[in-house]
Every structure is written in C-alpha cells, then in structure tokens.
C-alpha cells in the first residue's frame, strides 16, 4: 500500500513530497541521496528490496524529498541560504514530518513514537544529523556509505546555522538531555570500500560519538562493494531486521 501526500513547508519555503509504503510495523525513514525525491528508493529498487519485510508488517517505509541536498549541489542558490536550510530541514523533520508519520501511525501526541532512519551518501548524512536532532523520536540510525563532511561542498566558510545541522561540528561541544538521550540510541555506518566509497568518514563519525559515549558500529563490506545502489539494498535488507528488533520489546517472561 502505497500513499503520497505533499505540503508547502513554510520551514523550507518551498513545497515537499512525503510517501509511505506499508500499514503496519517500526516506521522507517528512509532518506533518499543528494538530489532524490520521496519516490528515489521504489525507483532503485529499494522498496522491492524491502518487501517481505512490509508484508510481514516488520516496517512502514517513509521518505521525503531531499530538499537541502537538493540545494547544496544545485548551485541556483547562495551559499549562505544552502547552509541555513541544512538546519531548517531538520526544523521540518521533527516540526512537520514527525507529526505526520505520528498521524498516519496512529500515535497520540504525547504517546511515545519509537522510529528508525537511515540513508545512504547524502542521505546518511541526514540520518546522522536527523538521530542527533531528534533522539528521543529517532532510537535507530542506520547510515550506508555516508558523507558527513560536507564543508567542501559549501562554497562560503560554514554558518552557526550549519554547524548547528552538522554532527561532526557539535558532537564535542553536546550537552544536556540530548546527549543523555543519544547515549541511549544506536547508530550503524556501514560502507563499502571499492569505488568511490570513502569509508574514513565512517570512522571519523564513530570517533567523534565514542568519545561522546554515544553508542555506535562501523561495518565494513570490503572492496567488492561499491558506492552505488546495489551495494545500498543489500545493506538494507540485511540490517533492517536487527534494527526493528531492536526497537521492539523483549515480551514478556510468564515462568
């Protein structure tokens, strides 16, 4: 089952596609890559992969469209603008985005909303960033060759307001509730390392998270795996289980 809504976001000034496979199960925010819409994974494949797991009801797949990777790489828009909607996206995710998987999921404001998320390239990036924002929403993050210093690509030396989007910006300097509710979730970089995947970021970001006690897994999937799509369903068919069951409870133990 497959539904599509769309919205103009006065967050992000423009208008956003949001879709959803599935009725039941873990909701899964599936972000696409760097200039994709909500509907790049079905094209690649993606949600076939995904399949058994949303009939069985383990799952129902989100994704939106990719409005500031759209922008980072476009070039119609200047520098300052692409890193201010690096943080106004994430304004969107847990402002607009969340509330409307919390409707479609049937959950009560106030009731407890337990999520996954993931992505892959620029889209693990958003996953990262999405956890990092949002931890009490987001408990699971599964982040698939993902580039997560995106200062070369800025053009312009990074605004307070990216850095405020970035992990890799804040992760040191983190306090409070937010940091007490990261430590308590989980995050998955996995990568390949044949072309064009740049696994040192990977373990450049579990650095910065072990050292915040922030609990997390690099996976290496060697070099016969490349940056590319197929490498990024296998991925998924393979950690989306652990993941969900991660997040459900253990029942309960009547001896």
Known sequence: VKLTDRWHSRRLGTEVSVVRWGEVG???????????DAEEIERFLVIDTL???????????????????????????????????????LDFVGAELVPAIRTDCQVAEGDELRMLVGGASIGA????ATICR???VFQQALCMSGTYDLERFLEAPPSREFEMASPLHYLADLQGARLDALRQDFILLASGEGEAEEIEESWRVA???????IPNRVDSWGVEWDHDWPTWRN?????????????R???????
């Open 26 to 36: 873990v909701p899964f925010l599936i972000y696409p890559t760097a200039g994709g």
């Open 51 to 89: 399949s058994e797991f949303l009939e069985q009801g383990l799952i129902k797949v989100f994704s939106c469209d990719s409005v500031f990777g759209r922008a980072l790489f476009s070039g119609d828009e200047s520098p300052a603008h692409r890193m201010r909607l690096a943080d106004r996206f």
């Open 125 to 128: 990036f958003n996953a990262l």
């Open 134 to 136: 949002h931890p009490q």
């Open 207 to 213: 650095a910065a998270l072990g050292a915040r006690g």
């Open 235 to 247: 991925m998924l068919h393979k950690y989306a289980p652990e993941m969900v069951a991660a997040l």
């Open 249 to 255: 409870p253990e029942p309960a133990d009547d001896s």
